[in-house]
C-alpha cells in the first residue's frame, strides 16, 4: 500500500469562519459544523447568511485545532463551519464508502497534535493511502440510510435538569475493578474478540484477536489515558491500561452508555502525561441521577438513565 499527501486526492477549502452566536438558529436551515467530536461535528441548523455561501456537500469536514485536532467527517449537505474548520473535496469523484474511509484515515493522525499543535499548516502534508489501495470491502460495506432518525421526532421530553443528581463512589457501591491483562502481540492473530487498550478512539479497541476472552460483555472499561471510559457489550480482552467495571446491578447498554458519559467527564483531571490507573479509578466519584429513599440516603436512577438515552436521536442504533 502506498500513501500519497492530501493534497494529491483532495482540495483544501478555507472554512467559512463564523460564530454561532451571532447567527440565527433555524430547525430546517444550513448545518453549522465546529470542532464538536459528536453528531458528525454538527453544533446547530442555521439560517442562511448573506454573502457567505455555505461549503459544498460531500466533502470532509476536519478540525484544526483545540483537543478535537482532526476529527473528521463527511458531509453529505452545504454547511458553515466555525473557525479552524476546513473541507477537503475530492479531486476526483469517490463513493461515500470511499469519503468515509480517509474520515477514518484522517483521524488514525490525531496522535501526532498533541500538547496543543494545530493542523492549519500540516494537513496538506498528512499521508493517506493512494485511492488505487483501498480495500475492496470498504465499497461492500452496507451503510444504514439515516433518513429516518433525522426525521424522527421524540415525543417524550426528558429533561437533565428535572431530576435530582447525587455523588455516589464508583467502588465500591456501584461497581467491582480489576485490571485487564497484557498479551504480547506474537501470541494472538486476528479474530472475532475486542483487545480494549488505553486509545481514546474505536470503543478503546486496539485489536480484533483470536484469543479467549477475559471479560464477559455489558461492562465498562477505563483506560489509563485521558480516563477514556466506554461500554463494552460483548466478551472481550483487555490490556493491563484497562482497568474494567464489572456492575453490583442490573446493567443494559443504555445505563451503560450514561455511566460511561458522566466518567468522560472526569478527562479534564488526566492531562498532561497523568495517567489514570486501577488505585485511582477506585477513587472516583461522580453524580448521577438519584432517587432519595429517606433523609440521607440515595440511590441511581437508573430507569432515568435508560430513558434519557433511549430519548435521543440515533439510539435506535445502539
Known amino acids: 500500500m502506498s500513501n500519497v499527501p492530501v493534497t494529491k486526492l483532495f482540495k ?17 436551515g444550513i448545518n453549522f459544523v465546529s470542532r464538536n467530536r459528536n453528531n458528525n461535528g454538527v453544533v446547530a441548523r442555521v439560517k442562511a447568511v448573506e454573502g457567505k455561501n455555505p461549503l459544498p456537500a460531500n466533502t470532509i469536514s476536519v478540525a484544526l485545532s483545540s483537543s478535537s485536532t482532526m476529527y473528521s467527517y463527511y458531509q453529505e449537505e452545504p454547511y458553515y463551519t466555525a473557525y479552524h474548520v476546513a473541507a477537503l473535496e475530492p479531486i476526483n469523484r469517490m463513493t461515500k464508502n470511499e469519503m468515509l474511509f480517509y474520515c477514518t484515515c484522517l483521524i488514525a493522525n490525531r496522535y501526532k497534535y498533541n500538547w496543543g499543535r494545530q493542523a492549519d499548516k ?3 502534508k498528512i499521508l493517506i493511502p493512494d485511492i488505487t489501495d483501498i480495500p475492496d470491502w470498504v ?21 437533565l435538569f428535572s431530576v435530582r443528581w447525587h455523588e455516589f463512589n464508583l467502588y465500591p457501591d456501584l461497581f467491582e475493578m480489576e485490571p485487564g491483562d ?18 481514546d478512539t474505536n470503543n478503546g479497541i486496539g485489536n480484533m484477536t483470536n484469543l479467549k476472552p477475559m471479560f464477559s460483555g455489558n461492562k465498562l472499561t477505563i483506560g489509563k489515558v485521558n480516563c477514556s471510559t466506554y461500554y463494552q457489550a460483548v466478551p472481550f480482552c483487555a490490556t493491563s491500561d484497562v482497568t474494567v467495571l464489572s456492575p453490583k446491578f ?4 443504555y445505563i451503560g452508555l450514561f455511566i460511561a458519559t458522566v466518567i468522560n467527564q472526569n478527562s479534564f483531571k488526566w492531562n498532561y502525561g497523568r495517567q489514570i490507573r486501577l488505585n485511582n479509578c477506585k477513587d472516583l466519584k461522580v453524580f448521577l441521577p438519584a432517587i432519595q429513599i429517606s433523609e440521607l440516603d440515595y440511590v441511581p436512577d437508573y430507569h432515568f438513565m435508560e430513558c434519557y438515552i433511549k430519548h435521543m436521536a440515533f439510539s435506535k442504533m445502539l
Open 12 to 28: 483544501i477549502i478555507s472554512g467559512t469562519d463564523l460564530e454561532l452566536n451571532k447567527l440565527e438558529e433555524a430547525p430546517d
Open 122 to 124: 500540516t494537513l496538506c
Open 139 to 159: 465499497d461492500n460495506i452496507q451503510i444504514k440510510d439515516l433518513t429516518f432518525y433525522k426525521q424522527r421526532k421524540i415525543n417524550t421530553r426528558v429533561d
Open 182 to 199: 497484557y498479551v504480547p502481540s506474537s501470541d494472538y492473530g486476528f479474530g472475532n474478540v475486542p483487545y480494549v487498550s488505553s486509545s
Open 250 to 253: 442490573e446493567m443494559n447498554q
